[in-house]
């Protein structure tokens, strides 16, 4: 499975930013999906998840009410909306794939067995 994240930037805090994670490779109907984030000197943590079939999210608590997961598997994309960015947001955002028959979508970082590049979002104050 190949992944691309794209769609990070510099914005201001307050401001919105749409993220998208295209893959390919495999059945996107076995796959489930992650957003994850790594910020200067810190470990990388869960964002968000969504499962195979769009039909269940998760999201950290940090981000909850603020950012939202789709996913159109027509387009082999996954997109992480990102509304009322705070500069502790700040950080590269990696996404992440899951290649399952289980209906678990994992939201611990050792449990997906795909990565991409990441993407840096910059929200300054």
């Known amino acids: 499975v190949q992944l691309q994240a794209s769609g990070g930037g510099l914005v201001q805090a307050g401001g919105s930013l749409k993220l998208s994670c295209a893959f390919s490779g495999r059945t996107p109907s076995r796959l489930s999906i992650g957003w994850f984030r790594q910020a200067p000197g810190l470990e990388r943590e869960f964002v968000a998840a969504?499962?195979?079939?769009?039909?269940?999210?998760y999201y950290a608590d940090s981000v909850k009410g603020r950012f939202t997961i789709s996913r159109d598997n027509n387009k082999n994309t996954v997109y992480l909306q990102m509304n009322t960015l705070k500069p502790e947001d700040t950080a590269v955002y990696y996404c992440?794939?899951?290649?399952?028959?289980?209906?678990?979508?994992?939201?611990?970082?050792?449990?997906?067995?795909?990565w991409g590049q990441g993407t840096l979002v910059t929200v300054s104050s």
């Open positions: 992440a794939a899951q290649y399952t028959i289980s209906s678990h979508t994992p939201q611990r970082s050792d449990e997906y067995n795909y």
């Open positions: 969504i499962s195979r079939s769009g039909a269940s999210t």
